[in-house]
């Protein structure tokens, strides 16, 4: 955290002032380690073990937080009679099809009992498209329609043997310390401390946050690490509260923005999820699909309907179903790395390319910049030429002699890009906080801003298609596109958009937030849990009202989603009588009137505690005055989860892809449900392979931004860290003939970098299963483009994915490294090859 | 050192040794050169608040234009979020906005070229939309294994995180009523 978002960092040390403990986990010792109370260097790739650890210690010992488990989340509810753990089937959940590689989850759910995904897979279909053999399941189950009115049935004194209680009981029972010790290198010394302390820490007094960012999210695992996480905070009432949470720090000053808002296939605004393909699929069945009916997602259609209108205005009516057919369907996985190889099978036409850098900052890079060659054309805007503008020309296939310009046939248009500065808008940060940015100048030259992009090439795009008869142009017909234009260049107002997104009445009035949205078509919002940021019609996400001026919650400084809410399910900081569990620990309650508090309460404002739901209830009414998770169809938080994942109900320690060592805990090595592309340049290393020996990991500097497109192009930057490096330990550099500032080669069977060497004590060898684990770090910042260039450590890694994110496994893998600096041209291949041979890996 | 404009008693080390300030850390060490310094930011004809483009911290920044150029970016000492701090990164932004590197003209590059070539930003985006329509007909799906999708698989988009709300929003819905459906971005990387 120090590294790479330093600033945030300053809360953790003013903590740190006020007595907190701060544990680093961490396979290399970092800022973070140098300042923390203790640093725990780990295997990349263990986690699960560590925090299932965790999990074992505090039911085993009895630590949990009793009165928070038993009224706030799932741990009473029986599960039905025919679900199987991994302690029953070595490593399988039950539903698992070895043919498909992928889960029916029908055997995880409740007894007796319904409930629907608040997020994750819902509206997918099954499909038999001719990848899915090879890839895995991909999220690609038929979500069934969700019911009301039962509850499932509990068991409060949590001795059911299916309650989840004891069902995570008996799953995390062989996730002990010495499992620690064998698996992630941490002695049970090491462990103890850890334990002790986040118990201590923890409770009616207390609470204890994790940190985490993409160590824990590029996995094949990645979705349930966090799951991990989640179900030890939960059990020790660390959720919804001051102090407490699993907090994801994001990389991109709008990475939340573009979630919410997604530019990702899979959803749409507001996290309702893209429609797939059924046969007879109208509004009505993607609703009974995309959500519960019990809690707030039982609003889905005014949010959805909002949302059409917002997209298709008067057009949309309840008699053509507010064009909800306008929307086109999904039949699978269509993420990033999908279309790579549909590029590079000739699928894709044409491909745009908006701040961002896959040639440098994908996995498998030479798949991406050959995928990038394969199409017809590429529109690239950015604010530098980076590699994957210049591929054509600079790639290192090209220095390789692999190809050359001439047999390029991609034709490339790059437009330079507007800077934050250059424009108005907001950018939504790692706290869901909207941030105004106002623009202090026009953009130099041809530069513009994707607003600018974006609407004017609609415009464009809409006059070619004006007088189309064909009733597949009539959603881009039909839509609204018709934005107040301001400035030399007619910028589109950005102000304009956001009230747009805000949403608003029958009357042309700016609402007042997402519980105003209706779903007779009588109001619009373009993203529902944005509703309230220009509530009055004032632009709430400007406001800047100084800090010391504010409460330490500082509600008006920029405007959070949901409703300006800056802790989440904030309910849960309160008992089930709405008394704060304490007094130091006070954040919002229920004063016997309403609730009220430091924060916007994530409840209902008049709905007492004592409030139960009657029979049939929908919606927040089908939400008791004592369940604080609102937008779970129970209203409780999933420890267990019956619902809407794909590789199991509960977290299992799966080795990744690439690893050193075997899966002790199961004969199933590595998740079962992960994505695989087992291709021409994409071949994956043998388990415990003594051909590619140590495990690697990447990750990036203080100095540097991800793909390098905004920081290795500045002087200032590269001064700072001008060469591309690897990090080994003095006993690795011993082993291998490393030297300190001199060269290394790093092979995998996907290809070689270089890179110079650190020798250093930051890396320590560990001891997993009696021998040593030797594990290489590597920053990923460097191409071929730039003030200051190098190689590109993604060109190292395969392309696997977590089957529920589809995200990549770019924290751990293997590989060789060697004295010395790489081949040039034809001999890299050369010396690849005869790596993949020794490792009897198949030619390509 | 001695100044001959000012006269031997303006030499620091004289007032040093003379005057009260003994440690030459006040204003013995002062001239007039000194106090007719002015911070460049004192020069700005505006400030605009803004927000750091860099991670999603979400740093405060004030931006100092003067003559219709950032002269320099700071730290806002009232965001409760990083009460005037910014970290390298950040510190650099400036000059991730006024670099000579950066590039402010179209270029286009034809098939099989081997250098860049330059082109009239109204002509490329005509260029652009012809090739939108275009990929969108020749990649289009009315149904796919007999169920309908009314999409076009013609057509792809990476890019978002760095960018603002409303351009992934504008983004979003324009691709989405022209049926394209593979538009991403880092979130899934």
Known sequence: MAECH?????????????????????????????????????????????????????????????EYVLNYTNAASIVGEDFRDTEDLDGLFSGYDAEKREYDPTSWAYQNGDAQAAAGARDEAKTDD?????????????????????????????????????????????????LVEEMCGIGPERFAELADAIVANSGRDRTTAFVYSVGWTQHTVGAQYIRTAAILQLLLGNIGRPGGGILALRGHASIQGSTDIPTLFNLLPGYLPMPYAHEHEDLDTYLERAAGDTGFWGNKRAYMVSLLKAWWGDAATADNDFCFDYLPRLTGDHGTYHTVLDQIAG??????????????????????????????????????????????????????????????????????????????????????????????????????????????????????????????????????????????????????????INGYDGDGRPLSGFTALKDDGSTSSGCWIYSGCYTGGVNQTARRRPGPEQSWV???????????????????????????????????????????????????????????????????????????????????????????????????????????????????????????????????????????????????????????????????????????????????????????????????????IEARVLVTERMSPLRIQGRTVHQVGLPYHWGTSGVVRGDSANDLLPIVLDANTHIQESKAATCDIRPGRRPQGAALGALVRRYRRQAGIPED | ????????????????????????????????????????????????????????????????VKDEKVIQIEGDPNSPISRGRLCPKGSASKQLVTSPGRQTK?????????????????????????????????????????????????????????????????????WSALGAIQIENQARI
């Open chain 1, 130 to 178: 001719d990848r899915s053999h090879e890839h895995g399941p991909g999220a690609t189950f038929e979500a069934t329609p969700s019911q009301t009115g039962h509850a499932p049935r509990r068991d409060e004194t949590l001795e059911h043997p299916r309650c989840v209680y004891q069902i995570l009981k008996r799953h995390f029972a062989r996730y002990t310390p010495e």
């Open chain 1, 347 to 500: 699928k894709v036409k044409g491909y745009f390319l908006m701040g961002e850098n896959p040639a440098v900052g994908s996995a498998g890079g030479r798949l991406q910049r050959q995928g990038l060659a394969a199409t017809e054309w590429l529109v690239v805007r950015d604010l530098n030429l980076i590699e994957s503008a210049e591929f054509w020309r600079n790639s290192p296939e090209i220095a390789a002699g692999e190809t050359s310009p001439e047999q390029i046939a991609t034709e490339v248009f790059f437009l330079p890009a507007a800077a934050h500065t250059e424009k108005d808008g907001t950018f939504t940060n790692t706290q869901r906080l909207l941030q105004w940015h106002h623009k202090a100048l026009d953009p130099p030259g041809d530069a513009r801003s994707d607003l600018w992009f974006i609407y004017h090439l609609g415009l464009r795009v809409r006059e070619r298609l004006a007088g189309s008869t064909d009733r597949n142009d009539r959603p881009i017909q039909e839509l609204t596109w018709d934005y107040p234009v301001e400035g030399p260049h007619d910028d589109p107002s950005a102000e304009a958009v956001l009230a747009e």
């Open chain 1, 554 to 752: 500082a509600p008006e400084w920029g405007w959070a989603w949901p409703a300006n809410r800056r802790i989440l399910y904030n309910r849960a900081s309160a008992d089930p009588e709405g008394r704060p569990w304490s007094e130091r620990k006070a954040y919002v309650w229920w004063d016997g009137e309403q609730w009220t508090g430091h924060d916007v309460p994530d409840f209902e404002k008049t709905k007492p505690p004592s409030y139960e739901p009657p029979e049939g209830a929908t919606a927040q009414d089908a939400i008791a005055g004592t369940d604080p998770f609102i937008m779970q169809t129970d209203g409780k938080a999933w420890l267990f989860v019956p619902k809407g994942l794909v590789d199991g109900p509960l977290p299992a320690h799966y080795e990744p892809q690439e690893s050193p060592v075997a899966n002790p805990l199961y004969a199933q090595q590595d998740n079962p449900a992960r994505q695989l592309y087992p291709r021409r340049g994409n071949r994956y290393h043998p388990a415990g392979s003594t051909v590619y020996p140590y495990a690697f990991t990447t990750y990036r500097l203080t100095e540097h931004h991800t793909a390098g497109g905004m920081s290795r192009f500045l002087p200032y930057l590269s001064e700072l860290q001008p060469e591309m490096f690897c990090e080994v330990s003095p006993a690795l550099a011993a082993e291998r003939g490393l030297t300190n500032g001199g060269w290394a080669t790093i092979v995998t069977a996907r290809t070689a």
């Open chain 2, 106 to 174: 179209v270029l286009y590059r034809r098939p099989h070229g081997t250098d860049w070539e330059s082109l009239d930003l109204d002509e490329a985006m005509d260029m652009i939309a012809d090739r939108v329509v275009d990929a969108r007909r020749s990649g289009w799906e009315d149904t796919y294994e007999g169920k309908p999708v009314r999409r076009t698989m013609g057509i792809a988009s990476l890019g978002g995180a760095t960018l603002d709300n409303e351009e992934n929003y504008l983004i979003k819905k324009l």
């Open chain 2, 1 to 64: 050192m001695f100044n001959k404009r000012v006269g031997i008693e303006y030499w620091p080390v004289l007032r040093q040794l003379t005057g009260s300030d003994r440690l030459g850390r006040g204003k013995a060490a002062r001239s007039k050169d000194t106090d007719a310094l002015r911070a460049r930011t004192g020069q700005a004809d505006r400030v605009v608040e803004s927000v750091c483009p860099y991670c999603a911290v979400g740093c405060g920044q004030k931006v100092y």
């Open chain 1, 6 to 66: 330093p600033v945030g960092f300053q809360w953790v040390m003013e903590a740190k002032a006020r007595g907190a403990k701060v544990f680093h986990v961490d396979p290399r010792f970092t800022r973070t380690s140098a300042v923390a109370h203790r640093h725990l260097p780990i295997r990349a790739g263990s986690d699960i073990v560590l925090l299932g650890a965790l999990v074992n210690h505090v039911l085993s010992g009895g630590h949990d937080f009793r």
